[in-house]
């Protein structure tokens, strides 16, 4: 089954109207669209000389070199003796699927947040936030066990602790995981739509004992106490990319993050 592509986990939710990589200036959907989100697209310069030949502007060649330079340095890591396959990053974003990070101080404040609602001993369901589950493993603590519900089959990497989902199965889950049997779930829906949020929020009432955390976009705060009961917190999660979109936390509990 083909899906449209989306942020996964960490990650900002927008939906691509083109093919091409997110480098490039933004444009918005009409106004009264429900899920109007910045857009990316090419931005093309033609010389009056030469009307036939597009050229990007010197505002996304900058940009394209940038993220060229960064992407050596994340592979001259890779190949370092001290590579950890669990930091944030470790699988680069894949520009097709949509897919941002938390920045490095957001993702271990989730992870922080996860360890102590859980508890002594509880159990973590990261669905759709690679990059929580990547925080909480590089933390290694022994005191939690934690697996990651995700679309995208490069984190299969990670082993059992690997589950594949796709929000639009929202109960098409393995027999193993039973219900009601994590003390948190975090989830990041991949897309800033109500369709798209009451689909997963199935999942994370099928998953968890009762603590939820959700980090999806400003504009979902109704649609989210709607599905899932949760309240807007304090804390505003941050990305690794400066994103058009504004992002927040969600909880149902008692949270450090107001």
Same mark, same amino acid.
């Given at each position: 089954?083909?899906?449209?592509?989306?942020?996964? $986990? /960490?990650?900002?939710?927008?939906?691509?109207? +083109?093919? &091409?990589?997110?480098?490039? @200036? =933004?444009? *918005?959907?009409? %106004? #009264?669209?429900?899920?109007?989100?910045?857009?990316?697209?090419?931005?093309?310069?033609?010389?009056?000389?030469?009307?036939?030949?597009?050229?990007?502007?010197?505002?996304?060649?900058?940009?394209?070199?940038?993220?060229?330079?960064?992407?050596?340095?994340?592979?001259?890591?890779?190949?370092?003796?001290?590579?950890?396959?669990?930091?944030? $990053? /470790?699988?680069?974003?894949?520009?097709?699927? +949509?897919? &941002?990070?938390?920045?490095? @101080? =957001?993702? *271990?404040?989730? %992870? #922080?947040?996860?360890?102590?609602?859980?508890?002594?001993?509880?159990?973590?369901?990261?669905?759709?936030?690679?990059?929580?589950?990547?925080?909480?493993?590089?933390?290694?603590?022994?005191?939690?066990?934690?697996?990651?519900?995700?679309?995208?089959?490069?984190?299969?990497?990670?082993?059992?602790?690997?589950?594949?989902?796709?929000?639009?199965?929202?109960?098409?889950?393995?027999?193993?995981?039973?219900?009601?049997?994590?003390?948190?779930?975090?989830?990041?829906?991949?897309?800033?739509?109500?369709?798209?949020?009451?689909?997963?929020?199935?999942?994370?009432?099928?998953?968890?004992?009762?603590?939820?955390?959700?980090?999806?976009?400003?504009?979902?705060?109704?649609?989210?106490?709607?599905?899932?009961?949760?309240?807007?917190?304090?804390?505003?999660?941050?990305?690794?990319?400066?994103?058009?979109?504004?992002?927040?936390?969600?909880?149902?509990?008692?949270?450090?993050?107001?």
């Amino acid at each position: 089954m083909n899906r449209a592509p989306c942020f996964s $986990g /960490s990650k900002a939710r927008v939906q691509l109207w +083109s093919n &091409f990589c997110p480098l490039m @200036e =933004t444009c *918005s959907p009409p %106004a #009264n669209s429900p899920d109007a989100v910045s857009l990316p697209r090419f931005s093309w310069k033609m010389d009056d000389d030469d009307d036939d030949i597009p050229q990007l502007s010197s505002h996304t060649l900058a940009a394209l070199q940038e993220f060229y330079l960064e992407q050596q340095q994340r592979e001259g890591m890779k190949t370092s003796q001290g590579f950890n396959q669990y930091s944030v $990053g /470790s699988i680069e974003e894949d520009w097709q699927l +949509s897919q &941002f990070w938390y920045s490095d @101080e =957001t993702a *271990s404040c989730l %992870a #922080n947040e996860a360890i102590v609602a859980a508890g002594k001993g509880g159990r973590i369901a990261c669905v759709s936030a690679p990059s929580v589950y990547q925080k909480l493993r590089e933390q290694g603590g022994a005191d939690f066990s934690v697996c990651i519900l995700e679309y995208d089959r490069r984190f299969s990497v990670y082993g059992e602790e690997f589950i594949f989902y796709d929000y639009n199965n929202p109960l098409n889950l393995p027999e193993h995981l039973l219900p009601h049997s994590f003390d948190i779930v975090v989830a990041d829906p991949p897309y800033l739509s109500e369709e798209c949020l009451q689909k997963t929020a199935e999942t994370i009432k099928y998953l968890t004992k009762g603590k939820i955390l959700l980090c999806t976009g400003a504009i979902m705060e109704e649609q989210a106490a709607k599905h899932l009961g949760v309240k807007i917190c304090k804390f505003i999660p941050k990305h690794s990319r400066n994103l058009a979109n504004e992002f927040r936390c969600y909880v149902n509990y008692a949270s450090g993050l107001d």
